[in-house]
Nanobody, 128 residues
């Protein structure tokens, strides 16, 4: 079992930046991939970004491409989401997720069902 603990949410003005962190409770192996999803009030949870632990390949939703950057620190078992040029429509609860066997078969990085473990989700609020 892997526990994911997120931090870094908060309130920011439009155009500002925030960095979310997601720390895994134990070492994540090379087979893992990590993702960030978000859920706004009244909407379904949607994919934001993902990264393969081995090799570091990254994937982004079109809505955040060029503004958000996902990265990982293997020594700290932590994945980050740097969010720049934030917009009011980025307001949501952001969830970190881990896929324990992403290297086996096709990695559907944007599918909720791909992921095995989920964090609690920090709130990100962007004011206009």
């Amino acid at each position: 079992q892997v526990q994911l603990v997120e931090s870094g949410g908060g309130l920011v003005q439009a155009g500002g930046s925030l960095r979310l962190s997601c720390a895994a409770s134990r070492r994540t192996f090379s087979a893992y991939a990590m993702g960030w999803f978000r859920q706004a009030p009244g909407k379904e949870r949607e994919f934001v970004a993902a990264i393969r632990w081995s090799g570091g390949a990254t994937y982004y939703a079109d809505s955040v491409k060029g503004r958000f950057t996902i990265s990982r620190d293997s020594a700290k078992n932590t994945v980050y989401l740097q969010m720049n040029s934030l917009k009011p429509e980025d307001t949501a609860v952001y969830y970190c997720a881990a896929d324990r066997d992403a290297v086996y078969g096709t990695y559907y990085y944007d599918k909720l069902t791909e992921y095995d473990y989920w964090g609690q989700g920090p709130q990100v609020t962007v004011s206009s």
